[in-house]
């Protein structure tokens, strides 16, 4: 006995309904379309997030020698040398408006750090920016802080250089001050042969 398959006709109403249900959802699509244009053409975010200046301090170290950059004043970066064979951490500024030397300022570490007479110092040396208040006479301290330690020691300390903005703009040379801000002991255990 064989089963016979009884068909329908896909004439008159069905067909109808597919041609119309895919020209439905292509007007609605095609609506969308228009209506997330006109949205973005039309209102355009009002939200703006403030401009943010970025700052670089770089740091670099050899073998016996040791540089870093740091921002002195709004717009003014100053260069820090550490000499290892010395001790002498000093500060050039160039004037941004003469392009030549506006400012000097040196000061030696080895005392501050507890450097042993005799032993090879193993420096570190980075910047930071630190905000401090304070200064008179139009002197102010520098924006960044040095930071220098020595690996042997264990021994860390901070420098802030002064700065007058006033004999800056002037264009005068000026002998900046180097002062210690902080000292303290990063290692807190002694290690065996030093």
């Given at each position: 006995m064989s089963a016979k398959i009884v068909g329908t006709s896909f004439t008159?109403?069905?067909?109808f309904a597919l041609v119309a249900g895919f020209a439905i959802g292509l007007l609605v699509g095609v609506g969308m379309l228009v209506g997330?244009?006109?949205?973005?053409?039309?209102?355009?975010?009002q939200?703006?997030?403030?401009?943010?200046a970025l700052h670089a301090m770089a740091t670099d170290t050899g073998k016996t020698f040791s540089i870093a950059t740091g921002s002195i004043a709004d717009g003014v970066e100053g260069i820090f040398c550490l000499d290892f064979l010395t001790g002498d951490l000093?500060?050039?500024?160039?004037?941004?408006?003469?392009n030549q030397l506006g400012a000097y300022s040196s000061y030696n570490v080895i005392k501050d750090l507890?450097?042993?007479?005799?032993?090879?110092?193993?420096?570190?040396?980075?910047?930071?920016?630190?905000?401090?208040?304070?200064?008179?006479?139009?002197?102010?301290p520098s924006e960044c802080l040095v930071y220098?330690?020595?690996?042997?020691?264990?021994?860390?300390?901070?420098?802030?250089?002064?700065?007058?903005?006033?004999?800056?703009?002037r264009g005068g040379v000026q002998q900046m001050q180097m002062v210690p801000v902080f000292k303290q002991a990063a290692r807190h255990v002694e290690i065996r042969g030093q």
């Open positions: 008159g109403f069905p067909r997330s244009w006109m949205t973005l053409s039309f209102f355009r975010p939200i703006r997030l403030p401009e943010t000093q500060c050039w500024v160039l004037n941004n408006r003469t507890g450097v042993e007479q005799g032993k090879s110092p193993q420096y570190l040396m980075v910047t930071g920016l630190a905000g401090l208040r304070g200064g008179g006479s139009g002197m102010r220098v330690a020595d690996a042997n020691s264990g021994n860390i300390a901070a420098y802030a250089v002064s700065w007058n903005q006033a004999l800056a703009s």
